[in-house]
Structures are given as structure tokens and as C-alpha cells.
T-cell receptor
């Protein structure tokens, strides 16, 4: 099973709201990732978790707060977002984060609109 | 300099014909992996095929094959017998052994449209 699931599929929120995006994988992967993708652009890496520890934060604003409760789950907590944060948020996982030979499997994404 | 270059913003192909999507890469790292992903309009990034820098043979997965020319630093995706469902954005990507942990470097993508 090469499935990564994400909820919700769509999310509309105001700038004062607090919401969370959820991601789950059951492939036994030890690395999980959050990406942000704007329309007609490639995905941009936001965070990397390796063995449930945050290993990379690509200078993401603090209004995005990741959390990895266990090896299968990854959350992205959102607070006080801006309209320019509207994008497709993709979660991915791979066996390990350090190897160049592991493919990353992506979830279907959450389309976020910030009003 | 761009590490992954996809020179074709858009491509058209007739149904049932083969199509080649170009990808060139730039790295001095001897150990790297090359990946192709398909992204339909629904948004999901679907992993298609992988080629390791030390692999002697070109990777194949069903109708997908990767034409790996290491000396030319190219990793073109060949889709045989195109289907209407192949219409999507295609991204070429690379990971370097010495690169930032987890860093999958993407090209800008090629939008493929399959005509009936």
C-alpha cells in the first residue's frame, strides 16, 4: 500500500482562524514532509520530519506549526494566515530522509483558501 | 543555475502515440536519484519512475521509461501509447546524496495534453 492520506481535501479559513491539516501514512516510512505548491509552480519544501523529529524547517513563518505525534501522523497547525498563504499543501513520506534513492510518496493535498 | 531544467512548458500528443518529456540536470554529486512525478488537475503528485545515478540500465515501469544519459546529464521520460488520462503536469526531480536532507529539487514542469 503506497498511500498517503490527507484531510481535509479543501479548507477555507479566515485570517483569524486556527485550523489543522492532517496527514497519515502506513508504509512504515520514517520521514515525512510538508510542501506548499502555488498554481503552475513546483512544490516548495516547508518541513521535514525524520524519526519523528523536526530535521528541516525551510525558514517557514511561525504561523505554520508542524507536529509529528507518531511515526504515521503529521499535522500542520495554521494560525493567523495571510491570503498569500492560499495554496495546495502536500504531505509526503519516504523510507528515510537522507538517502537520494528513496522515492517520496505524496498525498492528494489540501487546497487551502485564506480569506 | 537551475539544477533541474524542463524546457517544454507544454506538449501535445495524439492518443496512442509515444511522447518524450525532456529533463536535464546539473550536479557534481556522484550519488543522486532522479524521479518523475505526474500531477493531474486534482492535485495529487503521483510517483511514476526512479533512476539512480549508479544504475546501469534505464528504468521502466509499465508504459513509462526513463532515458538516462549520464554523460549528457539528461533523464527524459518516455510515455508509450499515450492515453487521455495521461493529460497532466509532469515534474522531473532530483535528490543529491550530499544535498540538504529531504531536499527534492523539482523542475518547473511540463504540461502534457493528449488529444483524442
Amino acid at each position: 500500500d503506497t498511500e498517503v492520506t490527507q484531510t481535509p481535501k479543501h479548507l477555507v479559513m479566515g485570517m483569524t482562524n486556527k485550523k489543522s491539516l492532517k496527514c497519515e501514512q502506513h508504509m512504515g516510512h520514517r520521514a515525512m514532509y510538508w510542501y506548499k505548491q502555488k498554481a503552475k509552480k513546483p512544490p516548495e519544501l516547508m518541513f521535514v520530519y525524520s524519526y519523528e523529529k523536526l530535521s528541516i524547517n525551510e525558514s517557514v513563518p511561525s504561523r505554520f506549526s508542524p507536529e509529528c505525534p507518531n511515526s504515521s501522523l503529521l499535522n500542520l497547525h495554521l494560525h493567523a494566515l495571510q491570503p498569500e498563504d492560499s495554496a495546495l499543501y502536500l504531505c509526503a513520506s519516504s523510507q528515510h530522509s537522507g538517502s537520494p534513492y528513496n522515492e517520496q510518496f505524496f498525498g492528494p493535498g489540501t487546497r487551502l483558501t485564506v480569506l | 543555475a537551475q539544477k533541474i531544467t524542463q524546457t517544454q512548458p507544454g506538449m501535445f500528443v495524439q492518443e496512442k502515440e509515444a511522447v518524450t518529456l525532456d529533463c536535464t540536470y546539473d550536479t557534481s554529486d556522484p550519488s543522486y536519484g532522479l524521479f518523475w512525478y505526474k500531477q493531474p488537475s486534482s492535485g495529487e503528485m503521483i510517483f511514476l519512475i526512479y533512476q539512480g545515478s549508479y544504475d546501469q540500465q534505464n528504468a521502466t515501469e509499465g508504459r513509462y521509461s526513463l532515458n538516462f544519459q549520464k554523460a549528457r546529464k539528461s533523464a527524459n521520460l518516455v510515455i508509450s501509447a499515450s492515453q487521455l488520462g495521461d493529460s497532466a503536469m509532469y515534474f522531473c526531480a532530483m535528490r543529491e546524496a550530499g544535498g540538504s536532507q529531504g531536499n527534492l529539487i523539482f523542475g518547473k514542469g511540463t504540461k502534457l495534453s493528449v488529444k483524442p
